[in-house]
Each structure stands twice: as C-alpha cells, then as structure tokens.
C-alpha cells in the first residue's frame, strides 16, 4: 500500500528539518503520525474487519 501524504490535506507534512523536529519530538509522536496516515478512519484488523486499538510493539 502507497500512501501519499503529499495529497492529503488533512495530513500535514514536514517542509523542513526543523518542522518534522518539531512535528515528531520522540517515537511515539512518529507512530502517531503513521497510524494515522494508514488508518485515517481509525485502525480497522485486515483479517477480520474488527474496528479497535492496534497492538503496539513499542
């Protein structure tokens, strides 16, 4: 799956070094930002459709 967040208006994207500093401070910031690109409607089980929390590794 391809995501371009350059098209999505609702998914800002860093311009800059300083700006994707500022927009992911420390790793969580980062998965936050990627779950939300991948699940825009919130996380939804591939298997079995079920809408819910992802499992987290970190």
Same mark, same amino acid.
């Given at each position: /799956? *391809?995501? @371009? *967040? =350059?098209?999505?208006?609702? =998914? $800002?994207? $860093? #311009?800059? =070094? $300083?700006?994707?500093?500022? /927009?992911? $401070?420390?790793? !969580?910031?980062?998965? !936050?930002? =990627?779950? +939300? !690109?991948?699940?825009?409607? #919130?996380?939804?089980? @591939?298997?079995?459709? &079920? &809408? #819910?929390e992802p499992? +987290?590794? !970190?």
């Amino acid at each position: /799956m *391809v995501i @371009d *967040v =350059l098209d999505r208006g609702d =998914l $800002p994207f $860093p #311009g800059s =070094l $300083p700006e994707f500093q500022r /927009m992911f $401070p420390d790793e !969580a910031a980062c998965m !936050a930002y =990627l779950e +939300r !690109a991948r699940w825009s409607d #919130g996380f939804i089980c @591939d298997h079995c459709g &079920l &809408l #819910g929390e992802p499992y +987290r590794f !970190a």
